[in-house]
């Protein structure tokens, strides 16, 4: 069995490195939801752009796709409506 730094990296690092996102992300959005409707969006926008800034630096760049899916399921689409219809 061969395995590459791809490899290592994916199985290793990126999965449980998402996973763990995954939930980071959803318990801000749960709990920044109850917040004014310009915090909560602020709020996002900070997180998309630091993980951004983090990726960028340190990881993988197909990394960022993977994770901007996360927080977009887990952090904004539960809240949209909720942030819509707040004010």
Known sequence: V??????????????PFIVASRGWYR???NEWIALPSTDFVRRVADCIRDETDR???MMHTNTLKK??????????APHVDS???KE
Do not use: P, Q
């Open 55 to 57: 990726v960028n630096v």
């Open 83 to 85: 942030c819509i219809n």
């Open 27 to 29: 318990a801000r959005g």
């Open 67 to 76: 994770l901007m899916a996360e927080l977009n399921a887990n952090m904004i």
């Open 2 to 15: 061969s395995f590459t730094s791809a490899d290592v990296y994916s199985k290793d690092f990126e999965e």
